[in-house]
């Protein structure tokens, strides 16, 4: 039974008698999953989780306890138990008073009816099934076709020290689809999509569309030939492309990365970091998009961020802790994977804005380069921005037009580097509208990326044949 204000002002209470401040995250989630393999659907099932965590701030340090038990007794000892993590002697407890009545989080994610949001197994079954189909019938090389479709809704109350008690309903659907083509090689494909919607979000985002969007680039993959190696320019893809954008630069943002002065980006807000057509924002306020945050996971609302604006570094991306000890606020980036865990600064919807330049023109400009279309992975040391990522598709650029297929390509390079050396950006900004999760620290989160067509003056590319 999901406590209620009393209750938690009283393990509130109980919680900072050793800290400073205290809070409370109370989260119900139900989870439904579909899995179709060769056809036929070898995995369906529904998980529920449900508990509270508890955190205690003192300075820079934190206590934190979760119990799955919501008896006023388990959760009164799981707050002593956060305290005495914590562990501040001088801290003397005053009593908590919350609102009667939560705040209820305004709703950015369409349907909010729990009920409606869980369609019948039919209805997933069939989405499998039609996406298995469209898959084969585009191309006779499609040899393996894999699908999933998960189904969420999550409840969340927060209560603070500060008074903060609110509540809020998160839904997340996701479709995703993945290939194997038999060409001159044997291609693989993935694509998926989904928002913090109901499954009549599928309605117009169909599984058919997912499915030969997945068919055509393992088909795509399958007659690439070797990744030239070396210097070269690069244009990077729309919407897609953003994911360059949140790993190179967007970690280095994060609040505690820069209040631990890890992050090449520490102690330069106002400092020229990138080239001047270069401007990234982060968002928690788009309306169904994977990391919108109506409020955040410490009950802060999701707001728009300016991080570096016409090349400029403007802010930071903060959380409760990080940002008090920073002498700022929280800017609605506290999030975690779920009640178990404390809140860390994490990013939300990051994307880039149009820029002047069309695609033709971009493309067009290039003699000799990569076109990445998308990527299927990579890393960066946040300390000094090296990245390396690999493209899950990409083209050359020959004398201005896209030719033959690549495989096996990575760029490699240093974020801050690759921000001074785009030289054009495209008017076509999007977001990708894929199936992005961020991990950090061990916990994972939906986020959402974007950016319009964008042409770096030279990239160090990874390949298996001279350039």
């Given at each position: ?66 119990s799955d038990d919501l008896s006023e007794s388990a959760l009164l ?106 060409g001159t090689e044997r291609g693989t494909g993935f694509y998926g ?231 054009a950006v495209g008017n076509d900004g999007r977001l990708a509208g ?34």
């Open positions: 039974m999901q406590p209620d204000a009393a209750t938690f002002e009283r393990v509130l209470t109980r919680a900072l008698g050793a800290g400073t401040y205290a809070d409370a995250f109370y989260e119900r989630r139900v989870t439904r999953t579909f899995r179709l393999q060769e056809g036929r659907v070898h995995e369906a099932g529904i998980g529920i989780s449900c508990g509270v965590g508890i955190r205690v701030l003192v300075g820079d340090r934190a206590g934190y306890a979760y000892e799981t707050a002593r138990i956060a305290a005495l993590i914590a562990n501040d002697p001088s801290a003397r407890a005053n009593a908590i008073a919350l609102p009667h009545d939560p705040m209820r989080a305004p709703s950015l994610y369409g349907e909010s009816d729990a009920h409606a949001l869980v369609a019948r197994s039919a209805t997933y079954v069939d989405m499998l099934g039609r996406a298995d189909v469209a898959a084969r019938a585009l191309d006779p090389r499609i040899r393996t076709v894999n699908a999933f479709f998960t189904d969420e809704v999550q409840d969340v109350v927060i209560a603070t020290s500060e008074g903060r008690y609110v509540v809020d309903r998160r839904p997340l659907v996701t479709f995703g689809v993945q290939c194997t083509a038999q999509d989904g928002r913090r919607s109901s499954i009549d979000f599928f309605l117009e985002c169909t599984p058919e569309s997912i499915a030969r969007e997945a068919a055509r680039i393992a088909c795509v993959n399958a007659e690439a030939i070797a990744t030239p190696a070396g210097e070269m320019e690069v244009v990077v893809g729309a919407g897609s492309g953003g994911v360059l954008l949140h790993e190179a630069v967007g970690h280095g943002l994060e609040g505690d990365f820069n209040r631990q002065g890890t992050s090449l980006y520490s102690g330069r807000i106002g400092e020229r970091v990138a080239n001047e057509l270069v401007t990234i924002y982060d968002d928690g306020n788009l309306p169904g998009e994977r990391g919108t945050v109506t409020v955040d996971d410490e009950g802060n609302p999701g707001e728009h961020k300016v991080l570096v604006e016409r090349g400029v570094l403007r802010s930071y991306m903060h959380d409760h802790q990080n940002a008090h000890l920073m002498g700022g606020r929280s800017t609605g980036n506290g999030r975690r994977q779920s009640f178990r865990v404390m809140p860390q600064p994490r990013m939300c919807n990051t994307y880039m804005p149009d820029g002047e330049s069309t695609y033709d023109e971009i493309v067009g400009s290039v003699k000799r380069g990569i076109f990445a279309t998308s990527f299927a992975g990579g890393q960066v040391e946040i300390s000094k921005g090296d990245f390396v990522f690999m493209l899950a598709e990409g083209y050359l650029i020959e004398d201005g037009k896209l030719t033959a297929p690549i495989r096996g390509a990575s760029l490699i390079g240093n974020g801050p580097d690759v921000m001074n050396r785009v030289i894929r199936y992005y999760t961020c991990g950090k620290g061990g916990q994972y989160v939906p986020v959402g990326v974007g950016m319009p067509t964008v042409k770096i003056s030279s990239v160090t590319v990874g390949g298996s044949s001279l350039g």
